[in-house]
């Protein structure tokens, strides 16, 4: 549905460095980057920016040219959305199923949105959560072919992150493109879907590595590791040596490693394959690809949808860690539920 080939846009903050994405009918593509990024890569698919080289095609057509005529079959909702804030939240989806002459039934996309409770408010009373909901139900009433979502869970919480999770996975089962844009790699991977990593360097995939196998000299190493009870971590130029029971989790991003202490992100020197077979004696479990969570700090695991889950944690910011589908039985097997 959306295909980009050797996109390349150079701009002041940021750097569309020769891309190339394809988002099936039907499929979900979620990408982590800052904010300028996410803003001109948009920019440029919605035909706002000149490209500097390159073609982004929508439906095998164009994207200038698509825009020009089915414009309405795309479905943007952005990190900051404007309102009409006069508006109650019924007028509102009332208001724009008419100027876009939409077919769907608007109440009960706002039943599905959990908006119905609140449809007699003024949107300028909502909060950021609630204005985020209405705008994807906004866009729902296009049926769109094609969704751009920016910062999709952005500061929710757990009710609306399920709301719009569930929301994106009935969207592709109908057939829609999702294309999701996170600052946050944790979101994107929560998210689910394909998953990449954009910034000057490039588009590049989240590695999904194999679990390796291990072998006689790693259990021997593994044996002597029983024995060390501190991993080492680095800030500035000064070495800190955690005890594994004071970590909530360990996390890899940009093949960069780092340890997550009482809220603190520290850098680790080690690998994440080589951490999971150090603090796996400890109770560390290897949830996610990019992630290993104490599961001493696990206090919910919560089913977002079919094919997404996460580990809630009960430290201070209640963290959501992903968990994959594919690590779940196993999770059930070791916590014997």
Request: proline content about 1%; glycine content about 4%.
């Given at each position: 549905?959306?295909k ?47 490209i ?29 959305e ?47 959560t ?14 769109p ?24 996975e009935e ?12 600052a ?154």
């Amino acid at each position: 549905m959306l295909k980009i080939k050797n996109l390349y846009k150079k701009q002041a903050n940021s750097f569309i460095n020769h891309i190339n994405l394809m988002v099936e009918k039907g499929s979900l593509v979620s990408i982590e980057a800052d904010r300028e990024f996410s803003n001109t890569l948009i920019d440029l698919i919605l035909d706002k920016e000149v490209i500097g080289s390159g073609e982004i095609y929508i439906d095998q057509i164009k994207h200038s040219d698509y825009i020009h005529k089915n414009k309405g079959n795309i479905g943007v909702i952005f990190r900051d959305e404007g309102f009409y804030d006069r508006f109650t939240v019924e007028e509102y989806m009332r208001y724009y199923t008419e100027i876009i002459d939409s077919k769907v039934n608007y109440r009960e996309i706002m039943l599905k949105f959990s908006l119905l409770e609140i449809a007699d408010k003024r949107i300028k009373t909502l909060s950021y959560t609630k204005r985020k909901i209405l705008s994807f139900a906004r866009e729902i009433l296009k049926e769109p072919e094609l969704l751009i979502f920016q910062d999709p869970i952005f500061d929710m919480d757990k009710n609306a992150t399920g709301i719009i999770l569930k929301n994106i996975e009935e969207l592709c089962n109908k057939g829609t493109a999702v294309l999701s844009i996170s600052a946050s790699f944790k979101e994107a991977m929560l998210i689910g879907g394909k998953v990449y990593v954009l910034d000057e360097n490039g588009l590049i995939e989240a590695e999904d590595k194999k679990e390796e196998a291990v072998t006689s000299e790693s259990k021997e190493k593994l044996e002597f590791m029983h024995k060390i009870e501190k991993i080492p971590a680095k800030i500035e130029e000064r070495i800190l040596l955690f005890d594994p029971f004071e970590i909530d989790y360990a996390e890899s991003e940009s093949g960069v490693s780092s340890l997550n202490v009482r809220g603190e992100k520290f850098q680790c020197m080690m690998s994440l394959t080589e951490l999971e077979e150090r603090l796996r004696c400890f109770g560390f479990f290897r949830c996610h690809r990019s992630y290993i969570v104490n599961l001493q700090k696990v206090k919910e695991v919560v089913t977002w949808t079919r094919n997404s889950y996460s580990l809630i944690l009960g430290d201070v910011e209640k963290s959501s860690i992903p968990l994959s589908k594919g690590k779940l039985t196993e999770l059930k097997e070791i916590l014997k539920i």
